[in-house]
């Protein structure tokens, strides 16, 4: 038992078609936070069902995963790195950053909520998942939209 989590495509307006699956995440809670959490489209209401993801969304989400990522590798190479925001917020780790701009989400069945290698191998998955997603959308003809579905 666990989180599982599914990205998938299918065309607009036809709930008879079938979804294309696009990438599977197990226990990446921060992203399952980021898709269903109170500050997403979801509100907050994580009940197992399909949800319709915006492409904006996932284009955020790939922008947030690359800037930890980078961050991350750039701490490895120069430990003095920090990152600044436009407020005037100042991060010297990343993982202060990361639980910033993508907290994980704690749950029974949701796995670990530390940020370390785990964490950035998540983030890895997804930019993959995104850009996957990214090649399958540009071959789809007509309107598609994108589904998210986690079962725990």
């Known amino acids: 038992m666990g989180l599982d989590m599914y990205l998938s495509i299918r ?53 947030i995963c690359h800037m930890i990522l980078k961050f991350a590798e750039e701490k490895k190479k120069n430990p003095d790195a920090y990152r600044m925001l436009d407020n005037g917020i100042i991060f010297e780790t990343w993982e202060d950053y990361a639980e910033f701009l993508l907290p994980t989400a704690g749950g029974f069945f949701f796995g670990d909520t530390e940020y370390n290698e785990y964490y950035l191998q998540d983030l890895r998955d997804t930019l993959e998942i995104i850009d996957k997603w990214r090649e399958v959308s540009d071959e789809q003809t007509g309107p598609y939209e994108t589904i998210y579905y986690a079962w725990y």
Do not use: T
């Not at 979804?19 to 907050?44: L, S």
């Open 11 to 63: 065309k607009v307006g036809n709930d008879e078609s079938k979804p294309v699956e696009i990438g599977y995440w197990r226990k990446a809670n921060a992203i399952h936070r980021y898709m269903v959490g109170e500050d997403a489209y979801q509100d907050g209401e994580d009940n197992c069902k399909d949800f319709i993801i915006p492409a904006s969304q996932m284009i955020h989400l790939r922008s």
